[in-house]
């Protein structure tokens, strides 16, 4: 008989592995509280950013999160009210804001993202779904030649590790996005090495329907309890629904560690909040995802209009969104974008799971052998859920990895309660 795999978390990353498993002839429940695609894997800025392996603690940033929180346009917020709870996750994170730390995030996160096009490739022509990715490259820019300088040790690292970059002349610029405003002295960069969704949601969406289409099971419910009985898993729903099964996959983005401290323990993960404006009729076309590197903003064309994503805003997992941020970015990419109008607005919020060292969690639970974990992907979950979804399955159906997984083990952090 087929072993009945579950997986909690029907985001891209979770309905990548749902999909993978599926295909590999597991019996699959995939099972959310929202509809597949419906919380981060909705809003995000919908780029494929292979080439972002440098993590956020770079040595530089405790410099500049002071201006950056003073700055009511700051790309930084921290709700004072939950400041408190946060601070031990910062003390962890500091620890990572050294040179040596950087390199070997940004080398394990190459693993990974060397992987991304090819994984996508497969999963989009087989859920027929192709069309929706566009390749591109993305634009990212500075304002001065100052701030592109102090960030030129980044594209130095990129290039080391396979990654490709090009600087653009005022005239390229020009051609490439002739809505663009950029100052004079400002740098513009062309990423080859990035891709971007026209619709991210629709794209996880159909994967996670093609493995339902294929005998998946789908439930729309909220994983309340979790427990190894045995040599299985037992699960109970908010709804009262108990579920058995053979394995367990948890892909619950910046909730999974409510599930994860009920079999093993918490990691270090906060919800590192993202807002987004989209505009239905912004006036404007723009053949490029294009990234202000100073104001932290992400400004890309969707199949439904401009999106403009970004911030980070701290605070806990169910205080309620402050808009006032997508409000801010609506603003920024009027700075940048001449002629955008604002016609038809609509803003969301999402919570990305951070872990302090900016790495995901791809791994065997340190306790059950029959539960994997899938999340902590931050910014980049997009980018690689299909291949964390073939990763995890292989792993789930006694598979070799394909990479070396070392770094992305669930017991690099410390048991708290050990």
């Known amino acids: 008989m087929k072993k009945h795999c579950v997986v909690i ?25 929202e509809l597949p695609g419906q919380a981060c894997s909705y809003g995000n800025a919908s780029c494929l950013a292979v080439s972002g392996v440098v993590p956020f603690s770079d040595p530089g940033l405790i410099k500049r999160v002071p201006g950056w929180l003073l700055d009511p346009l700051g790309p930084m917020r921290i709700r004072p009210g939950d400041f ?44 027929d779904s192709a069309w929706l990715k566009k390749d591109r490259g993305a634009i990212h820019i500075y304002d001065t030649g100052a701030q592109y300088l102090a960030d030129e040790w980044q594209f130095d690292l990129q290039a080391r590790l396979g990654f490709r970059a090009q600087r653009l002349t005022t005239a390229e610029t020009r051609a490439m996005v002739p809505c663009l405003k950029l100052a004079k002295g400002g740098v513009a960069i062309l990423m080859p090495d990035w891709h971007h969704l026209l619709d991210p949601a629709k794209v996880t969406a159909r994967i996670a329907d093609h493995c339902i289409s294929q005998g998946g099971t789908w439930i729309q419910d909220r994983v309340r309890s979790v427990s190894a009985v045995g040599s299985g898993i037992s699960l109970q729903t908010e709804s009262g629904n108990r579920i058995s099964a053979d394995q367990l996959v948890v892909a619950a983005g910046a909730w999974s560690n409510m599930i994860a401290e009920q079999l093993d323990y918490k990691v270090p993960m906060i919800a590192k909040r993202g807002y987004h404006s989209q505009v239905s009729n912004p006036g404007i076309e723009l053949d490029h995802p294009v990234m202000s590197v100073n104001r932290h903003v992400v400004m890309t064309m969707m199949e439904d209009g401009l999106r403009v994503a970004g911030t980070a805003e701290f605070a806990a997992l169910d205080a309620k969104p402050d808009y006032r941020r997508a409000r801010v970015l609506l603003k920024h990419a009027s700075h940048y974008l001449e002629g955008l109008k604002s016609e038809g607005v609509t803003e969301w919020m999402g919570q990305r799971p951070m872990l302090v060292d900016s790495l995901p969690v791809i791994s065997v639970s340190p306790r059950h052998a029959n539960v994997f974990y899938a999340f902590g992907h931050g910014h980049y979950g997009l980018t690689q859920g299909p291949t964390t979804g073939r990763i995890i399955a292989d792993m789930v159906m006694g598979k070799n990895p394909s990479i070396d997984l070392s770094a992305f083990r669930f017991d690099r952090f410390a048991n708290p309660r050990s």
């Not at 309905?15 to 509280?33: E, F, K, M, Y």
């Not at 080398?107 to 497969?122: P, S």
């Open 84 to 127: 408190p709870a946060l601070i031990p996750w910062f003390w962890k994170f500091w620890r990572f804001c050294t040179m040596q730390k950087v390199e070997e995030i940004a080398n394990a996160q190459a693993l990974l993202m060397h992987q991304v096009f090819a994984d996508y490739d497969e999963i989009l022509k087989a859920t």
């Open 9 to 33: 978390g029907a985001g891209i990353v979770g309905a990548s592995c749902a999909w993978h498993l599926q295909r590999n002839g597991a019996q699959v429940t995939l099972i959310d509280p």
